[in-house]
C-alpha cells in the first residue's frame, strides 16, 4: 500500500502513521524526521534544511524529491509505505509521480487528516519528542515538563519550531503551498479525508476504515 499522509502541522501526521506503519507493516517515510536527523547530525543537507525548517518554511523542492527518490529506492519499500510530510508542494507531487510513473508503481491513496486550526496551535504548543525512540506525546496527564519518555527513559523535547511565531507561519505556508494537493489529488479518487480529531486511538480506527479499500 503506498499512501500519502497529508494534513496541516499538528494534525496527528507523525502519531498516526508510526501506528499505522506498525498495524499495515509498512514503514513510515517522514520527511521531517529525515531532516531533523541531519540537522543533529550536522551533515550539509543539514545545515541547508535547518536555515528553513527554523523560519518554518519548506525546505527546497529540488534537495527534497531528490532525498525521497533516494529513499523510495531502498529495499524496504517493495511493499509500499506510509509518506509523512510529502508532497508538500504541486512541484513535489509532480516529481512523486514521474518518478512512480516511471517505476511503474503509482500512489494508491491519500489519507487526509483535518483537524480545526485552534486545536494545532494548542496541539504544537504541548508536544514533546522523545529525544531517544521519536515518539511523540502532548503534555498533560502523565506527561509533564519533568517527564522522562515513558516508553524508554529518554529525554523529551520541545521541537525548535513549535514556537508560537513559527507555528503561524508554518500554518500560512501550510494553506498556501499544501492545501491544494487536495485539490491536485481529488480527480484521480485518491483522496480520502478523516476526522483527526478525539481520541488518538479512534483516530487510528478512522484511518484504518477508510484505507480498507485500498490495494
Ligand atoms: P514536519 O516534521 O513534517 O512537520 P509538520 O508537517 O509541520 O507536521 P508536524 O510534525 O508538526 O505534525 P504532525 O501532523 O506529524 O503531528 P504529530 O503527530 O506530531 O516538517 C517540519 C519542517 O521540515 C517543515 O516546516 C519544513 O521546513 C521541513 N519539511 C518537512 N517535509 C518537507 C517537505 N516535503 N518539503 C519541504 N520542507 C519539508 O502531533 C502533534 C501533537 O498533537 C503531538 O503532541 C501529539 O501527541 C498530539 N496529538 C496527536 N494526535 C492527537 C489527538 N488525536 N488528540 C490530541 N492530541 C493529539
Ligand atoms: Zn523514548
Redesign the pocket.
Known sequence: MRVV?L????????????LLAERLGVPQI???????ANVGQGTELGVL?KK??????????E??VAM?KDRLGQDDVSHGYLL??????VV?AEGLDQFLTEVGKPLDGVLE?Q?PND??VH??S????CADCGH????GGEITEDSACPDCGGKLQQ?D??KPE??R??LD??AKE?APLVEFYTPRGLVHPIN?????S??TQRALDALAGVP
Open positions: 499522509l494534513g496541516p502541522p499538528g494534525a496527528g501526521k507523525g502519531t498516526q502513521a508510526k517522514s520527511t521531517g524526521d529525515i531532516f531533523r534544511a528553513y525548517m527554523d523560519s518554518g518554511d519548506l525546505v527546497p523542492d534537495v527534497t525521497v509523512d510530510g510529502f508532497p508538500r508542494t513535489q487528516i483537524v486545536e494545532i496541539r504544537l504541548g508536544r514533546r519528542t511523540i506525546f502532548a503534555l521541537r519550531d513549535d513559527t507555528v507561519r508554518r505556508v501550510y499544501t483527526g480529531t478525539g481520541e488518538v479512534d483516530v
